[in-house]
């Protein structure tokens, strides 16, 4: 059934979906990943497209920038299309020394300075976690591909220009290894839902040295993560 922001017909969508932010992405990560990709939505120009990978039906569907956008795109995939895997695959800036430019990281959990997920609880804090099973999947994947994989909590935040300079470092001291701006909306659809979903994120700049990636380091840090997500994925 066509939702306000997605056209697909009943069942175009896979269990199975990889969400980048930037629409364009999405495009990329079809031709470019999966066998026979098909678009199957365009409202608003956020492409959505399914194909194949090693003959799994897969998805892909961007998220757009911020929890609002997030959380609008992930409920409607899970409510209306009944998909059940959603697969962030994004980039970050990471807040610690600890932390290199290019580092693939698994999202096991998310703070954040938003109170999206606490409308869901009484004005509480709700615990946005990743879903163990496609953590651990992640985490073998990785192994198995040879790709070094970082798993810890990051920092979801609803100000890409923040103002408060001092959080950042308080949030480093505090174990968090980087910044980016909708892993918690993502957690706490799929708490809602009752679904699955994980986030995988490359470190595309650093809050401490400010570098920032070149678009060929870009492009090789993405196939990394690209390639664990795939397998958990089709997982
Ligand atoms: N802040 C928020 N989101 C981001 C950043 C950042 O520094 N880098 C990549 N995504």
């Known amino acids: 059934m066509p939702t306000p922001h997605i056209a697909a017909p009943d069942g175009a969508f896979a269990p199975a ?7 364009k992405r999405a495009r990329y990560i079809a031709e470019t990943f999966l066998d026979d990709a098909e678009l199957i939505t365009s409202v608003r120009a956020v492409e959505g497209f399914t194909g194949r990978y090693q003959g799994v039906p897969v998805s892909v569907m961007a998220h757009g920038m911020g929890m609002p956008s997030m ?23 990471a807040l610690r020394e600890d932390v290199p430019m290019r580092q693939v990281i698994a999202c096991s959990a998310a703070g954040t300075d938003s109170s999206v997920n606490r409308h869901r609880v009484g004005g509480h804090d709700l615990a946005a976690v990743a879903d163990f099973e496609l953590l651990k999947t992640a985490d073998r994947a990785a192994a198995d591909l040879d790709v070094d994989l970082r798993v810890g909590p990051v920092f979801t935040s609803d100000s890409f220009y923040s103002g408060d300079t001092g959080l950042m ?27 699955s979903a994980l986030a995988l994120l490359t470190v595309s700049d650093h809050l401490l040295t400010t ?9 090789t840090s993405f196939a990394d993560m690209m390639r664990v997500a795939l397998a958990v994925a089709i997982s």
């Open 211 to 219: 570098e920032q990636l070149t678009p060929d380091e870009r492009a």
């Open 71 to 93: 959380n609008i795109y992930a409920t409607e995939l899970a409510r209306f299309y009944g998909c059940t895997r959603l697969i962030r695959v994004g980039s970050c800036g």
């Open 17 to 23: 979906v990889l969400m980048p932010g930037d629409p």
């Open 169 to 195: 470092g308080v949030l480093a001291d505090h174990g968090v290894l980087a910044v980016e701006m909708e892993v918690a909306g993502l957690y706490g659809v799929a708490a809602a839902e009752g679904i």
